[in-house]
């Protein structure tokens, strides 16, 4: 009887709401599946500077992801249409775009050793701006240009997305070394942004081909390097120091150093072998894009696609893209590096023969038609690439060492670089070899059938990826730390204490 009173002494203690003023109801579940990306984003902000996810989403989203889409169908029908070339022609001159990210480590090192003022990555992102506005004004204005000066053109545009790419890839690794809980968050929050802005390049690039012609359509790209001139002006970047006596002496022993230490990593096993899987992965892989781009739109062997359809064609796949990062994101970044891999290069090569099906029309006496189809096919395709994408972007931040971080994941992604430069000069090759040309597709589906066959051949070196788990270590931490440019960059850090100290003073 007394607990009973007690109780109800303590009830009354308890305020009722007033009257006029309605209980506080908890969100529901879809509001709360709508703000989960908005508070995602806000701890990624209060954990890593705005800044540099601001910087992320302008490279990722508005350089890469815009840009290269966009210059994808641009270029592709420019080649096609205002130079006429041959597919497997076309395909050689689209090998040579991937030279600037075979540079990519040319970048990392001067970011790296070279600071210009103090900083080392500001001057860079307003260096990549500069080159790709240039480049683009000059093909786009001009009127006929003789092939070598286009391809010098969009070369120098390419060169500006890599600067700028290696530049924002830096700060990324250095963040995923020094909070590795959130390397996986970063990769997936950059993939989100280079998909969101694919699925706009891809889905206004038909349109802008349609009305300004291919050669006008290429002005458009003016823009996003103009963002990367601001980026390089408000990026958060500590100040480092700048001594003028013996900067060049000093920076010459940051380079031998420098090389010194990625030769050293190279060579160890846990990191060449899965660099090799990723050439390897990319390389056999050979590309017959040219060729079935071709094929989409002739109007008489093929489907006859418009120039829009094309580009609403690459704008689902980024849709679709996005759900691969989300797939990745929500149920995927638990397995092990060499399970996930195993399944997602069987997939893909499994989906490749829905490329066979098409070109040989089996879909029409399936009763699908052809624009239904290409949107099926595109999709699995996308989503299964970004599957078998992401983790292994993840494994290379993981083999960085510190203090040369960005130099040498540049390296590893200019491996990955050289693959597809591979496979885009294998599958022109293979596509002349084939005479699969701009009236002639007889053979594109042989084509297509080998490149299906050297994807099922890549799962026999799958023992060559780490059998980890994605949040664990690939290397040991102390094999990352001890390289003696960490030593280097320890005492850079001391000294540039002391001139903030100073400065504050």
């Known amino acids: 009887m007394e607990e009973e009173q007690n109780s109800s002494e303590t009830l009354k203690l308890i305020p009722n709401p007033p009257p006029n003023q309605p209980r506080k109801q908890p969100p529901s579940h879809r509001a709360a599946l709508l703000l989960q990306p908005i508070q995602w984003l806000q701890m990624l902000c209060k954990q890593l500077n705005p800044t540099f996810i601001l910087g992320i989403a302008l490279v990722y989203g508005v350089s890469q992801g815009f840009s290269n889409s966009f210059f ?50 500001r001057p860079y992102f307003v260096a990549a701006g500069v080159v790709g506005m240039v480049s683009a004004a000059v093909v786009a204005v001009s009127g006929n240009l003789p092939v070598a000066v286009a391809l010098g053109c969009l070369i120098g545009i390419t060169a500006g997305v890599a600067i700028a790419d290696v530049t924002i890839d830096a700060c990324i690794a250095r963040n995923s070394i020094e ?3 959130l390397a996986a968050d970063m990769q997936s929050f950059s993939g989100f942004c280079s998909s969101a802005g694919a699925l706009l390049g891809y889905s206004t690039s038909g349109f802008f081909v349609n009305r300004l012609g291919a050669q006008g359509a290429l002005g458009v790209l003016v823009v996003p390097p103009a963002m990367l001139v601001v980026l390089g002006f408000v990026i958060h970047e500590l100040r480092g120091p700048n001594l003028p006596s013996d900067n060049r002496r000093k920076a010459m022993e940051k380079v031998e150093i420098a090389i010194r230490d990625m030769g050293r990593t190279i060579k160890c096993p846990q990191v060449w072998k899965p660099s090799l899987y990723m050439y390897l992965s ?31 064609i690459y704008a689902v796949g980024a849709m679709a893209s996005i759900l691969g990062i989300l797939i990745y994101h929500k149920t995927l970044k638990e397995y092990p590096f060499r399970t996930l ?22 879909n029409l006496q399936l009763g699908l038609p052809d624009y239904l189809f290409v949107i099926m096919e595109e999709c699995i395709s996308r989503v299964v690439s970004r599957v078998r994408w992401m983790p292994m972007i993840i494994l290379s931040t993981k083999l960085c060492p510190l203090g040369i971080e960005g130099t040498f994941f540049a390296l590893l992604m200019c491996i990955d670089s050289l693959g597809t430069l591979s496979s885009k000069w294998a599958g022109g090759l293979v596509l002349h070899l084939l005479h699969v040309t701009r009236s002639d597709f007889t053979n594109l589906w042989l084509v297509v059938l080998i490149r299906n066959v050297l994807r099922l051949a890549t799962l026999a070196l799958i023992f060559l990826v780490p059998n980890v788990g994605q949040a664990d270590e690939v290397i040991s931490s102390d094999f990352l730390d001890n390289s003696s440019w960490s030593v280097v960059g320890k005492e850079d850090e001391e000294l540039q204490t002391y001139m903030n100290e100073d400065d504050e003073i």
């Open 72 to 121: 994808k169908v641009v270029t592709d029908f420019y080649w096609k249409d205002v130079q006429k070339v041959q597919p497997s022609v076309s395909q050689i001159y689209i090998g040579f775009y991937y030279i600037p990210w075979i540079l990519k480590p040319v970048w990392g090192l001067l970011t790296d050793v070279f600071p210009v003022m103090g900083y080392r990555r």
């Open 179 to 181: 909070m590795r809980s």
């Open 282 to 312: 990319l390389a056999l892989s050979i590309s017959t894009h040219e060729g079935q781009f071709y094929w989409y739109t002739d109007p008489n062997a093929g489907p006859a696609f418009s120039q829009e359809f094309v580009g609403i």
């Open 341 to 362: 891999l195993f399944f997602a290069q069987l997939i893909y090569s499994i989906s490749g023969f829905l490329d066979v099906i098409f070109i040989l029309r089996w």
